[in-house]
């Protein structure tokens, strides 16, 4: 069945690494799959966009079927592949109801993440404004503040949802482990820090870590002072 299947994606993208713990909990590894680069903006290549017309990624096919939008193609894995590999959603209405919430709660913290790590790169130089970056990080850490709160009401070794790692792990981990990546403090963060060191051993995310800091991770050193105030 993977090998009906096709994801263009880049390394280092959240929503990208979100697909591919999806596709690694439900036992679906070998499916065809391309690196592509931004630098050299080939998620805007004939390739992209004869799937994907907003030249975004990931860029998803199973079949003659295309998902493009990461939580979609989450969601999608989970519901055809139900019986197959992990459960992702849970049965409980109260553990099923958290990770829906965490789940698209997890979009307003990538949100704010990519506001401040991104703000060089998304902003035009002549526009940019210290007041405004300043900004954006007081909004991060209050969002931050707020995760750390979760995790500790639901105690150590607990998942976003409760006991069991479900969807709202699958899409919002990634945010999590390029918040780490980029130099987050996990002594000033110590609930998401054991969150962190709780998932990376996990099979589908070590599978599925980003290459480029495997293969150079001294280029992270350069990233890193985007989050030395947070």
Not at 30 to 59: A, C
Not at 66 to 82: R, W
Not at 84 to 90: A, E, R, S, V
Not at 135 to 163: F, H, I, M
Request: net charge neutral.
């Amino acid at each position: 069945m993977a090998k009906d299947m096709t994801l263009l994606w880049v390394t280092g993208s959240p929503p990208c690494w979100r697909v591919m713990i999806a596709l690694e909990e439900k036992n679906l590894q070998g499916y065809n799959q391309k690196l592509l680069s931004f630098d050299k903006m080939e998620h805007k290549s004939q390739q992209v966009l004869d799937i994907n017309p907003r030249g975004q990624i990931p860029t998803f096919k199973h079949g003659d079927n295309v998902i493009n939008e990461s939580y979609a193609a989450c969601f999608y894995l989970e519901s055809q592949f139900k019986s197959q590999g992990t459960k992702l959603i849970p049965d409980g209405p109260a553990e099923q109801a958290l990770m829906y919430q965490r789940m698209f709660e997890g979009l307003t913290l990538y949100e704010k993440l990519s506001a401040v790590v991104f703000y060089e790169w998304s902003v035009p130089e002549g526009e940019r404004h210290e007041s405004a970056l300043k900004r954006n990080k007081e909004a991060l850490v209050t969002e931050l503040k707020l995760w750390e709160g979760y995790l500790q009401k639901l105690g150590s070794g607990s998942y976003l949802a409760g006991p069991s790692f479900t969807l709202a792990d699958v899409v919002v981990f990634p945010t999590v482990g390029t918040l780490f990546g980029f130099g987050l403090s996990p002594e000033r963060y110590p609930k998401l820090g054991e969150y962190h060191n709780l998932l990376k051993e996990r099979p589908s995310v070590k599978a599925s870590w980003p290459p480029h800091w495997l293969e150079n991770p001294k280029d992270q050193d350069r990233l890193k002072d985007a989050l030395k105030d947070i």
